[in-house]
């Protein structure tokens, strides 16, 4: 599998990872979703959930997260994977240690959800809990340099691309009839390699990233032409919270990627309850938000389009789901 650390990988080398991830990864289903409720909505726009919720998981990193563990020398696994994570890429890493018979140690912040710090524990991953998402990233490559373990990056690098970018070509080849695709946004690792095998594989079909307001960072990427930070995540997705975009996944961005939209939690909001009233999914924000890009900046767009929506994760406790698809909005 092609590991250049600056070109985007090709069809062949995604396939080839495919190959490799093997059983161990689900194909998950698409899904064409009619109602009344999206029709009187978006009217004959035609809308294609990819649900990617059902990966093992609960959400796509899994696969970037075990393509890292299979990519590995047999002695650099046995020394186990360590990662940074509020939740969802450090249970992905947890289980693919233990699907490849290592050890995990991930580092979370204190604020993350109990839910998904016992199920990083339940898989058999050790957690080390952290104040800020700064002091976190300093533990893990404490981790990294003094333990030996390999630091596998919740967005950034060829390898997690490639991973995500599996889910790209499951999903093109599942629906080949797409116009355009809506894909969330956090740190860019997603959208980055779904797009790339998007375009690759139906290169007439648009690309559109969606971003919260409060995690704006690709947008501020794009604007200045070069991986920008923020200062604070404002936002209640926060699996689309990253303080920061980096070189690789910023790069295939703005190579795949026709064009960047903006929405607030409000809309993440009417979208669960969306998805929840009608399609019975319930979903964390970040899982509605692509739903969310269609619902509210898209919608006139692509109206009348075949439009492929990522349904990215699952992974929210029943508190905090029904907390925020109860809130109005403001």
Not at 16 to 30: K, M, N, S
Request: glycine share 10%; with cysteine.
């Amino acid at each position: 599998m092609n590991r250049d650390q600056s070109s985007p990988p090709s069809l062949e080398d995604i396939r080839e990872a495919r190959d490799l991830l093997g059983d161990r990864i689900r194909a998950t289903p698409v899904w064409n979703w009619e109602c009344q409720a999206l029709t009187e909505r978006l009217g004959s726009t035609r809308v294609e959930m990819k649900l990617e919720l059902f990966q093992h998981t609960g959400t796509f990193k899994a696969r970037g997260a075990l393509l890292n563990a299979l990519t590995l020398s047999e002695k650099e696994r046995s020394r186990g994977l360590t990662a940074v994570s509020a939740g969802n890429h450090a249970i992905a890493v947890g289980w693919a240690a233990k699907s490849v018979g290592t050890r995990a140690k991930v580092v979370m912040p204190r604020n993350a959800n109990p839910m998904r710090v016992e199920k990083c524990r339940r898989l058999g991953a050790e957690v080390v809990l952290v104040d800020d998402v700064h002091q976190a990233f300093e533990e893990v490559h404490r981790i990294e340099r003094e333990e030996g373990m390999t630091f596998v990056h919740p967005f950034e690098g060829p390898v997690t691309c490639t991973g995500t970018a599996t889910l790209g070509l499951e999903w093109g080849e599942q629906t080949p009839q797409m116009d355009a695709v809506i894909i969330p946004i956090g740190g860019g690792g997603l959208c980055a390699g779904v797009s790339c095998a998007i375009k690759q594989l139906l290169p007439d079909c648009q690309v559109f990233g969606v971003e919260p307001e409060g995690a704006d960072t690709m947008h501020r990427s794009f604007a200045s032409g070069k991986p920008e930070s923020i200062d604070k995540v404002r936002t209640i997705a926060d699996s689309l919270g990253a303080p920061y975009a980096a070189p690789y996944s910023f790069s295939l961005c703005r190579r795949y990627v026709d064009e960047l939209v903006m929405i607030n939690d409000d809309m993440m909001r009417d979208a669960m309850r969306l998805l929840f009233d009608e399609a019975k999914l319930a979903v964390e924000p970040a899982g509605a938000a692509a739903t969310a890009g269609l619902l509210g900046p898209l919608r006139e767009k692509l109206a009348g389009k075949t439009v492929g929506v990522l349904v990215c994760g699952s992974n929210i406790d029943l508190e905090s789901f029904s907390r925020y698809a109860g809130e109005s909005g403001s």
